[in-house]
């Protein structure tokens, strides 16, 4: 008799997580057209969908940041203080020694001065040390269900993140951005690393998350694009 009641409240207190854990998207009939629309694609079958959509938490703080203030416009001198810290010059020129040979290659190739991606790569993640700490999937659906001024936008997002998470072999429940979805060495959102990501040092995979060279071919491509 006690064994039943406690298996009755163990089983309880599951369904009641999973409960939770699940409803933030329940019933979202926009969810349910993705879902239809992606299973027929090939990549993932209903199940696998209906899996991973089950662990997806709806983000305030993505939808917080997505609708603050503007900021007032900031002069020069105001972005030069905050980027072109000693700190960050220091790492920078640590980089570009590391990464010259890349560099120079991606230089020649896409016509994009090594200094624009050494640059672009401080600002964006401070050379890898800032990538993002959000789960990617939390932030895409919960701007593509409840962010209406843009959800067509990061709805087509979501769809592009599912089908390079399968093409990347990434598990969608693990990767780490922005508030908006943006990944990687140098920020690219799922759609452009689709098409615009490379793989730079033939290792036949465009990883933008893991790989620096991969990031500064990717960021050459884009540019040239």
């Given at each position: 008799m006690i064994k039943a009641i406690v298996l009755s409240v163990v089983s309880s207190a599951v369904l009641l997580s999973n409960s939770a854990r699940s409803g933030?998207?329940?019933?979202?009939?926009?969810?349910?057209?993705?879902?239809?629309?992606?299973?027929?694609?090939?990549?993932?079958?209903?199940?696998?969908?209906n899996d991973i959509f089950f662990e997806v938490e709806r983000q305030q703080v993505t939808l917080d940041l997505m609708t603050r203030p503007a900021e007032k416009?900031?002069?020069?001198?105001?972005y030069r203080a905050r980027f072109l810290t000693p700190r960050n010059i220091n790492n920078g020129v640590a980089f570009w020694q590391k990464y010259h040979e890349a560099l120079e290659v991606a230089?020649?190739?896409?016509?994009?001065?090594q200094e624009i991606i050494v640059a672009i790569l401080g600002?964006?993640?401070?050379?890898?040390?800032?990538?993002?700490?959000?789960?990617?999937?939390?932030?895409?659906?919960?701007?593509a269900f409840?962010?209406?001024?843009?959800?067509?936008?990061?709805?087509?997002?979501?769809?592009?993140?599912?089908?390079?998470?399968k093409e990347q072999g990434l598990d969608p429940l693990q990767v780490r951005g922005s508030y908006a979805g943006a990944m990687g060495y140098g920020q690219f959102m799922p759609s452009s690393w689709r098409k615009l990501g490379i793989d730079f040092d033939g290792d036949n995979k465009a990883d933008l998350i893991n790989n620096?060279?991969?990031?500064?071919?990717?960021?050459?491509?884009?540019?040239?694009?």
């Open positions: 933030d998207f329940d019933n979202y009939p926009a969810l349910e057209s993705v879902i239809a629309e992606l299973s027929t694609q090939g990549l993932y079958n209903k199940e696998q969908l416009v900031a002069l020069w001198k105001d230089e020649q190739q896409f016509g994009v001065p600002v964006e993640t401070r050379y890898g040390a800032n990538k993002g700490r959000l789960k990617v999937i939390d932030s895409l659906t919960t701007l409840d962010f209406p001024r843009r959800s067509e936008y990061f709805t087509q997002e979501l769809k592009n993140f599912l089908m390079l998470s620096p060279i991969d990031a500064i071919g990717s960021i050459g491509n884009y540019f040239k694009e």
